[in-house]
């Protein structure tokens, strides 16, 4: 008589031998893989278990290549106290003071945890587990064990920030990426003991791109060559249609038919499926019917939620069949996200891995590469070219969610000159 463990044995060899029929041999390996990567973290943080790895040297070869010039000097700490650098010290405390008497938001917290860990993947080559709840107490104002934490980031050790500014530059040529990455950093570093000069630098350095983004912004302008883009970008019933079928890929058909019927920023990659029409004021969502068609968005959390607060857009017709089957196929149950990772339909992209996602699917379409911030950019062009009258204008914004004034300046009408602006 065959024991349990053997029957089990011939059991798990069965299933592997038909799971590998199914999907072919590459395939099956790379989804054991997935499948093993998500077990071992699961248990390593149950067991609060952390797998220790050298600091990895910050890649600043070849020399960063940026769109605007923003200076970046070594950080500057005081040596000799006088009375001028006493005054600056002591304003500098001020302002860490109010910043940390001042409650981020929840979906601000989120947003720069997000930011930190994805520096922190980047530059240790690892995940970091746990202590993402440490950050969050830092962001919160909470007690936090800071020599623990300090020791798992150690690229943000004392008078040694310029290497990582630099690193996340060339990261994120683009500005208002890096202005994003900025912003995490401040709001991170002036709730730490301890690091006056570096809050000093980020937060300068923040106010800086923040002004020459803004000056940028108000001219309207824009280069050719992304002219050129902005203008290859038709939102014209039957191109949509021509390039829908231009695409082979569910996936991509689904993520561009989206943001064509209903442009958004990148919270499209935070829906989750959800079966019934129970309405929920946390998280963005996709709701389907018995039969599993999908009737509409619902969005809670997204950039200027705070302005215009829930948004519920039915599914646009033209694209609901084509989200139904890509459902279908890929099996998606309650509270799966829409798009997932391969390992776990339960795991998001992050934001920097989506927006890649969303690039790759546009150049598939206009062989060029396309950011979202450029897409929304030849929403507001293509639209307000066309407005009859100013209230057309206001739904072209409310559709972007943002408001009038920041749509305008989205519209794109002149062409960039070189010139400098100081």
């Known amino acids: 008589m ?23 041999n590459e395939e099956f390996k790379k989804e054991n893989r997935d499948y093993m990567k998500t077990y071992r ?92 709840q ?27 920030l310029l290497p990582v500014i630099e690193f996340l530059r060339e ?12 912003s995490a950093l401040t709001g991170f570093l002036g709730r730490l003991e301890g690091y006056e000069a570096e809050y000093e630098y980020v937060s300068d350095l923040g106010i800086s791109l ?11 302008e824009i280069s050719q060559e992304e002219m050129d883009i902005i203008n290859l970008i038709t939102f014209d019933e039957g191109d949509i249609r021509k390039n829908l079928k231009k695409l082979t890929d569910l996936k991509d058909k689904v993520l561009y038919g989206i943001y064509m019927y209903m442009p958004r920023r990148l919270e499209v990659r935070l829906v989750q499926i959800q079966y019934g029409s129970k309405d929920t004021d946390k998280g963005n969502f996709l709701i389907l019917n018995k039969m599993k068609m999908p009737e509409k968005f619902i969005f809670n959390e997204y950039k200027t939620s705070d302005t215009y607060g829930k948004q519920i857009i039915d599914v646009p017709d033209e694209i609901q069949d ?20 391969d390992r776990n339909k339960r795991e998001p992209y992050d934001e920097g891995a989506f927006s890649v996602i969303f690039s790759n699917v546009f150049k598939k379409v206009y062989g060029k590469h396309i950011t979202n911030q450029m897409f929304r950019k ?45």
């Open 134 to 160: 440490e950050i969050v107490k830092v962001l919160k104002g909470q007690v936090y064990n800071e020599t623990e934490l300090m020791k798992q980031l150690p690229y943000l050790k004392r008078n040694n």
């Open 171 to 182: 990261q994120y040529p683009e500005d208002n990426t890096f202005k994003t990455k900025i």
């Open 378 to 422: 030849s929403y507001a062009t293509y639209f307000n070219k066309r407005a009859k009258n100013l209230g057309e204008k206001k739904k072209y914004a409310n559709d972007l969610s943002h408001s009038l004034s920041v749509h305008l300046e989205y519209e794109k009408y002149n062409i960039k000159k070189n010139i400098t602006i100081i």
């Open 2 to 24: 065959t024991t349990l463990q053997e029957r089990n044995r011939v059991y798990q060899a069965r299933h592997r031998a038909k799971k590998r029929a199914e999907l072919g």
């Open 322 to 341: 084509i989200i139904h089957k890509y459902i279908l196929n890929n099996d998606l149950k309650n509270k799966d996200y829409l798009f997932y990772l």
């Open 41 to 132: 973290d699961a248990r390593n943080e149950a067991e609060g278990y952390e797998k220790k790895r050298p600091v990895q040297e910050l890649p600043l070869e070849p020399p960063i290549v940026v769109k605007k010039t923003i200076t970046l000097k070594p950080i500057k700490t005081k040596t000799k106290e006088t009375a001028k650098t006493k005054k600056q010290a002591l304003n500098i405390q001020v302002q860490k003071k109010k910043l940390k008497l001042k409650k981020l938001s929840d979906k601000t917290v989120k947003i720069y945890l997000d930011n930190l860990t994805t520096l922190h993947h980047q530059i240790q080559k690892e995940q970091l587990g746990r202590w993402r």
């Open 210 to 220: 923040q002004k020459k983004y803004t000056a940028d912004r108000d001219l309207n």
